[in-house]
């Protein structure tokens, strides 16, 4: 079993819908977790962060938590095609020292 | 820009040679992180400092790499002996420790990538 997985996708959307994105992971005593943007060519950019069970919203984006069923998501409101990246789901694991990342899951917006 | 650094962007090199990669982190940051990223997968960690200290290394990571930071400044990844598996992105990150250990978001530089033909 992978310590992240994700749906590779790709995930295509219509312009003005909601992408939902999906993550789980292993380590069940993992604490924090994290979304990040992927375009092709360029580095990883942090979108998300996130430590509670709940939800957590920035703008037009609301990560997902629920540690019981060790479960991390994604919702991109509105998607536009300048969303269209491969998202990285990210999880720091037990001990706090290392991130573990997903193979990430790549989103088409079509305009 | 107070961003994370990484130079060079770009290395071709021959199999068989040597190459160096210098990160320069977040100033006030005072972890650093080595990844290394292939098409369609996402960043495989290699390696963790925490201020001068490699605290981690990965498994993953042969004798023919190595890493340092003195000082707990910037760093650099050594590479010996290249061979064209090595061909990959290399991004450094890096983050601040916090007392309560659950923030410390890491930010990534633009990354440097290594083809060995």
């Known amino acids: 079993q992978k310590e992240v997985e994700q749906n590779s996708g790709p995930l295509s959307v219509p312009e003005g819908a909601i992408a939902s994105l999906n993550c789980t992971y292993s380590d069940r005593g993992s604490q924090s977790f994290f979304w990040y943007r992927q375009y092709s060519g360029k580095s990883p950019e942090l979108i998300m962060s996130i430590y509670s069970n709940g939800d957590k919203e920035d703008g037009r984006f609301t990560a997902q938590l629920n540690k019981a069923s060790q479960y991390v998501s994604l919702l991109i409101r509105d998607s536009q095609p300048s969303d269209s990246a491969t998202y990285l789901c990210a999880v720091r694991n037990t001990g706090g020292f290392k991130t573990i990342f997903g193979a990430g899951t790549r989103l088409f917006v079509k305009a | 820009d107070t961003g994370v650094s990484q130079d060079p962007r770009h290395k071709i090199t021959k199999r068989g040679q040597n190459v160096t990669f210098r990160c320069d982190p977040i100033?006030?940051?005072?972890?650093l992180y080595w990844y290394r990223q292939t098409l369609g997968q996402g960043p495989e960690f290699l390696t963790y400092f925490q201020n001068e200290a490699q605290l981690e290394k990965s498994r993953l990571l042969s004798d023919r790499f190595s890493a340092e930071r003195p000082k707990g400044s910037f760093s650099t990844l050594e590479i010996q002996r290249t061979e064209q598996g090595d061909s990959a992105m290399y991004l450094c990150a890096s983050s601040l420790m916090t007392l309560t250990g659950k923030g410390a978001e890491a930010f990534f530089g633009q990354g440097t990538r290594l083809t060995v033909v």
């Open positions: 100033s006030e940051h005072n972890r």
